[in-house]
């Protein structure tokens, strides 16, 4: 995908935030009942905060100075929700508005940002816990970006073992599935939504241990992919699927898969689930390029 498609597609989820934007509360508004949320009072409105959330990342790396202040807003709005420290992917827009824009942040979303942080990697702790309790083991890739960035964020150690832990479980789980020769349950946006995950700790987490296990991860998941593009074809993946335009960021356009996918993104309120796709930086693990380049 080149770049002027790229940054095509991420305007195109700014027009659609623009046109849903309530002045009136300083969120999206959007008429799905399905998105409603829960507000701290207990009553139910149609304010979706994570959608609103994205919104706002989107402007920020749009970079356009004028659009700063509507995401500083916005993004101080969702964080001071307290229901949204069970939901994981709320504290992985969190460690990236931190990560990716830090230094065009007001001071005080800053220390709304830093709190938000510590709350998720404690109550995703709080999570694992209690799953263990149940004798169930369970690894939220969202919760496990969002432990890594605290814990080096905030230095503290616990967050950061316990983000290891967490990936190193994943990757036992591959490990297993691999051994016992059982294809590893494929589904589409799963997959797609765990490889952003894995770019993403790629992308912006330090800790040796962690890249290397994203690393292997990512090789794992692009062969499966790739395998079942081998095997059935680019019709096995909608063109408006996360997992679709994932496959086209990194293959060239001059690939033939690319032009067959004709990726396009979807319309309505899920496109905005989009944007980590759009913005982080995803590439081919080499060993997955040289088979395919051989192949």
């Not at 827009?93 to 830093?114: F, G, K, M, Q, T």
């Not at 109550?123 to 209690?130: P, S, T």
């Not at 059982?182 to 700790?201: E, K, W, Y």
Request: proline share 3%.
């Amino acid at each position: 995908m080149t770049e002027c498609i790229r940054y095509g597609h991420l305007c195109s989820l700014i027009e659609f935030g623009d046109c849903h934007f309530d002045p009136a509360t300083g969120l999206l508004r959007l008429p799905s009942v399905e998105i409603t949320q829960i507000t701290n009072t207990g009553s139910k409105q149609a304010f979706p905060l994570l959608e609103s959330a994205w919104y706002a990342f989107a402007l920020l790396e749009l970079a356009e100075r004028p659009r700063m202040g509507r995401a500083d807003a916005i993004l101080q709005r969702v964080f001071k929700c307290k229901n949204i420290f069970i939901d994981g992917r709320f504290g992985m827009v969190a460690a990236l508005v931190w990560l990716r824009h830090r230094n065009r942040l007001s001071i005080s979303l800053i220390e709304i940002l830093r709190n938000s942080l510590e709350f998720f990697g404690d109550e995703a702790i709080r999570r694992h816990h209690a799953a263990i309790g149940f004798r169930s083991v369970s690894a939220d890739m969202e919760d496990i970006f969002s432990l890594l960035a605290a814990g080096e964020l905030l230095l503290r150690d616990d967050l950061l073992s316990q983000g290891r832990t967490l990936l190193s479980f994943v990757s036992k789980q591959e490990l297993g599935y691999m051994m016992t020769g059982m294809s590893s349950p494929f589904n589409g946006n799963a997959t797609a939504s765990s490889v952003i995950v894995l770019h993403a700790i790629e992308n912006h987490i330090r800790d040796v241990q962690a890249k290397k296990m994203a690393s292997e991860l990512l090789a794992q998941h692009w062969h499966i992919i790739f395998q079942k593009l081998r095997l059935h074809g680019p019709d096995i993946f909608p063109p408006n699927d996360l997992i679709a335009l994932l496959i086209v960021r990194v293959l060239d356009d001059k690939e033939e898969v690319t032009h067959d996918l004709d990726f396009q993104l979807p319309s309505g309120v899920h496109m905005l689930s989009f944007i980590h796709a759009l913005v982080l930086g995803i590439h081919l693990p080499t060993c997955i390029r040289m088979m395919q380049t051989a192949g």
